[in-house]
């Protein structure tokens, strides 16, 4: 195989790209003996918000409240790091960027994995006639709701360039196409209206797109083995009905064997791609999950629970808006649903127009995002604030609802 095949195409200064690729909205606060690249700085603004932290309780596939050795939401975002890593290195690619996107791109995920996503999109779509998406939720998160304190103590937004941002937004790794390229124009992110529209801006970002595929069909396997939804005997029955040599269908040499093969087929001419025979395996990989782990009936149970959760927790918050009074609503339950109320009322001061006293007196110097006078702004609140909890809050908080 030919090592850094990619190394005149990365993101790097020179590139035609880096321009664009390095701008934020807002300038970021300078240390006059900061060492640290553009991508690694926004690597390390990801790694240190509050939602990167809160990945560690939500679901992957199979909700981990009870089981230490579960894949959580936290761990598949380190494999999808490690896996682009790897594939970016090798092409010469910028690395650096790769981590930052793979870091980031699963913030705006729900709590209760994926039936969580389709809980809030269903009451999105009720209230506002707008699908919830999470790629589009985490660029939200890391443009809108995450926050740093600067040298002096404020609370501002991430910032971060535009080619993670791009990334992040474009990480759909639902792929069948077997080439995947970037694309060549700078647009305004606000274009992607469904996930997938367009592909990401740079080779990296296109990385992290299929590592974001490679990163979860195996573990998810022996995850589901760990748990009994799967038999040895089932996998056994799937690798000859393949049809196609590989020494074990586990996360190790899936891993392994998928990255090495698309080290080996990508170029700048053909993309970053896998051989046929590769894609035709990733594919049904893909389709033995869906039908075997994904739609196991034992998940049908915990996701009417989610529904229920999630469900529940919107109802007691929409019966509280009254405007501007809406914090008067709360207060007035803070016995009865008291984390609720409290993390409910810090979300409203911090990212709406409700009390601008008490955000100047805690120093929040990040933009304001809702006006609470809008009952369309409010709902669109609520149900981002329900996709940052973590699969163990929203627990407490229903448990909270439920006891007398």
């Not at 069948?176 to 469904?194: G, H, Y």
């Not at 056994?236 to 064997?257: A, P, Q």
């Not at 929409?318 to 405007?323: A, F, K, P, S």
Request: glycine share 4%.
């Amino acid at each position: 195989m030919q090592k850094e095949k990619f190394k005149n195409y990365g993101t790097f200064p020179g590139n035609e790209k880096w321009t664009d690729s390095i701008k934020r909205n807002n300038a970021l606060y300078q240390k006059k003996d900061d060492i640290r690249s553009e991508f690694y700085r926004d690597y390390d603004r990801i790694l240190h918000c509050k939602a990167y932290s809160r990945l560690k309780h939500k679901t992957q596939v199979f909700s981990a409240t009870t089981n230490d050795h579960i894949c959580t939401r936290i761990e598949h975002v380190s494999h999808v790091v490690s896996v682009s890593y790897t594939i970016c290195k090798y092409l010469g690619l910028n690395t650096e960027l790769s981590n930052a996107i793979a870091l980031g791109h699963d913030l705006g995920h729900t709590p209760f994995g994926h039936e969580g996503e389709r809980i809030l999109s269903k009451i999105s779509k009720k209230y506002l006639n707008v699908d919830f998406w999470h790629e589009r939720n985490s660029l939200f998160f890391v443009d809108k709701i995450e926050t740093l304190r600067d040298n002096h103590g404020k609370e501002n937004n991430l910032a971060l360039t535009y080619a993670v941002r791009d990334g992040i937004i474009s990480h759909c790794g639902e792929v069948n196409e077997n080439a995947v390229f970037p694309r060549k124009e700078n647009i305004s992110l606000d274009d992607f209206d469904k996930p997938n529209k367009y592909q990401p801006f740079t080779w990296e970002g296109c990385v992290v797109k299929i590592a974001d595929k490679i990163s979860y069909l195996g573990r998810d396997i022996e995850d589901a083995l760990r748990l009994n939804l799967l038999t040895n005997e089932q996998i056994h029955s799937f690798e000859n009905h393949i049809n196609f040599k590989i020494d074990k269908i586990n996360n190790t040499v899936l891993m392994h064997d998928f990255i090495i093969n698309l080290c080996e087929m990508s170029s700048p001419e053909n993309g970053i791609r896998f051989s046929e025979n590769y894609l035709h395996l990733i594919n049904n990989v893909k389709d033995f999950n869906y039908k075997n782990i994904y739609k196991h009936k034992r998940l049908s149970y915990f996701n009417n629970y989610a529904g229920l959760i999630i469900e529940s927790i919107f109802e007691i918050l929409l019966n509280v808006y009254n405007g501007d009074n809406t914090l008067v609503n709360l207060d007035v339950l803070k016995n009865i649903y008291p984390s609720l109320t409290e993390s409910f009322s810090e979300w409203l001061v911090k990212y709406s127009n409700i009390d601008l006293p008490a955000r100047e007196k805690l120093n929040y110097n990040n933009q304001i995002i809702y006006d609470v006078n809008l009952r369309d702004n409010y709902i669109r609140l609520l149900i981002e604030y329900i996709s940052s909890m973590t699969d163990n809050f929203a627990i407490g908080v229903f448990n909270e609802i439920i006891k007398f």
